[in-house]
T-cell receptor, first 116, second 114 residues
């Protein structure tokens, strides 16, 4: 089945130690998103890629970076995790065709990040 | 600016009774509206969407939602609730004026009691 895969499902890191979360998709969607979700709150968009074009949200800290080496993969890098970065990180994809932004997003299962 | 309000943090309903989860929105231009469900330690799962046309939209698992332009609402409904419907529900909006950013509501936790 076509899907969005996130690895690992659970990640433990130390304060200040860089960490990378990965997302892959078999849907061939052109848009990929990274969200941060804390304690069952609304997902907060960090950034998204439309094909290779990177779009950063204005309030996303510089500590968060992303890479999309190809259509299928997208990575979230946290350069120096703080205690406040402990959260669920959700990857999502969407197929935006002809400028129409009406297609729904497909979410991965999430990676729960713990910072010690 | 786009925004979504889910006025209820929690909705409690008995199994077999109808359920409603409320959502109101604010957006420039015509909206694209979505409902997603999230089970514990899982990603969000798409339920249904409104793009244009018929105000009553049917989705997965027997859910439906009614778009009301004058009240800027998009309430989620189900005629007969199941215990397995207990989850966190998010309403979301995206403007049709371009851009791919989706604004999510704060979420409503639904408890269905047997």
């Amino acid at each position: 089945d076509a899907m969005v895969i996130q690895n690992p499902r659970y990640q433990v890191t130390q304060f200040g130690k860089p960490v990378t979360l990965s997302c892959s998709q078999t849907l061939n969607h052109n848009v990929m998103y990274w969200y941060q979700q804390k304690s069952s709150q609304a997902p907060k968009l960090l950034f998204h890629y439309y094909d290779k074009d990177f779009n950063n949200e204005a309030d996303t800290p510089d500590n968060f970076q992303s890479r999309r080496p190809n259509t299928s993969f997208c990575f979230l890098d946290i350069r120096s995790p703080g205690l406040g970065d402990a959260a669920m990180y959700l990857c999502a994809t969407s197929n935006i065709l002809g400028g129409g932004a009406y297609n729904e997003q497909f979410f991965g299962p999430g990676t729960r990040l713990t910072v010690l | 600016a786009q925004s979504v309000a889910q006025p209820e943090d929690q909705v409690n309903v008995a199994e077999g009774n109808p359920l409603t989860v409320k959502c109101t929105y604010s957006v420039s231009g015509n909206p694209y509206l979505f409902w997603y469900v999230q089970y514990p330690n899982r990603g969000l799962q798409f339920l249904l969407k409104y793009i244009t046309g018929d105000n009553l939209v049917k989705g997965s698992y027997g859910f439906e939602a009614e778009f009301n332009k004058s009240q800027t609402s998009f309430h989620l409904k189900k005629p007969s609730a199941l215990v397995s419907d207990s989850a966190l529900y998010f309403c979301a909006v995206r403007a049709n004026t371009g851009g791919f950013k989706t604004i999510f509501g704060a979420g409503t936790r639904l408890f269905v009691k047997a």
